[in-house]
């Protein structure tokens, strides 16, 4: 099974500032490696598909990059509204697991 | 716009079982995988079952395996839980694949989740 393993756990955040999150595989996944988000008592919703690729609808500021077993997540100019847990997701090789998720609190 | 509206989610006692539904709307169904993804209370993701658009292949995780049935009729999937656990306790979310078949793809669209606890 492959492992996801997010840092930081945790990060507290003034608006405006970047914010980057990391995801590292134990084994390489190519490309196949998504970012979710998840607000308090909602479902995960998707940012970024294919490691970099945006999801319809999202904003401009986030974006992601990586490959193999490196993967981040970078949100820029962060607005009071990202507030929320972020999960890294791998589809390359079953079962398709989870990063541990990293919540951001906003300042 | 895809809509993914769970039910059928509540309490039971270990052993018992329960059976959530997923309507879907918005696109054709019979043309995308699907699968369920659970949450237990404060933790992460676990996807637990996943089903083929024609519903010919399925995935289990094994922590489900033997006790869980997917299946998809009429634009409605479904899990059968059996022989349920207190570590079953969980949102279980629907949530649609981006393809036909479960690879080389991802969750596109999640439902709002139905809530399981096991419980005696």
């Known amino acids: 099974e492959i492992v996801l393993t997010q840092s930081p756990d945790f990060q507290s955040v003034t608006p405006k500032e970047k914010v980057t999150i990391t995801c590292r595989a134990s084994?390489?996944?190519?490309?196949?490696l998504q970012w979710y988000q998840q607000k308090p008592d909602q479902s995960p919703k998707l940012l970024i598909k294919?490691?970099?690729q945006s999801f319809s609808g999202v904003p401009s500021r986030f974006s992601g990059s990586g490959s193999g077993t490196h993967f981040t997540l970078t949100i820029n100019s962060l607005e009071a509204e990202d507030a929320a847990t972020y999960y890294c997701?791998?589809?390359?090789?079953?079962?398709?697991?989870f990063g541990q998720g990293t919540k951001l609190e906003i300042k | 716009e895809v809509q993914l509206l769970e039910s059928g989610g509540g309490s039971v006692q270990p052993g018992g079982s329960l059976r959530v539904s997923c309507a879907a709307s918005g696109f054709t169904f019979s043309s995308y995988a699907m699968g369920w993804v659970r949450q237990a209370p404060g933790k992460g993701l676990e996807c637990v079952s996943g089903?083929?658009?024609?519903?010919?292949s399925t995935y289990y995780a094994e922590s489900v395996k033997g006790r869980f049935t997917i299946s998809r009729d009429n634009n409605t999937l479904y899990l059968q839980m059996n022989s349920l656990r207190a570590d079953d306790t969980a949102v279980y979310y629907c949530a649609k694949w981006a393809g036909q078949w479960l690879i080389q793809g991802f969750f596109d669209y999640w439902g709002q989740g139905a809530l399981v606890t096991v419980s005696s």
């Open positions: 997701h791998q589809t390359s090789i079953l079962p398709y697991t």
């Open positions: 084994q390489s996944i190519g490309t196949s």
């Open positions: 294919y490691a970099s």
């Open positions: 089903i083929s658009g024609r519903g010919g």
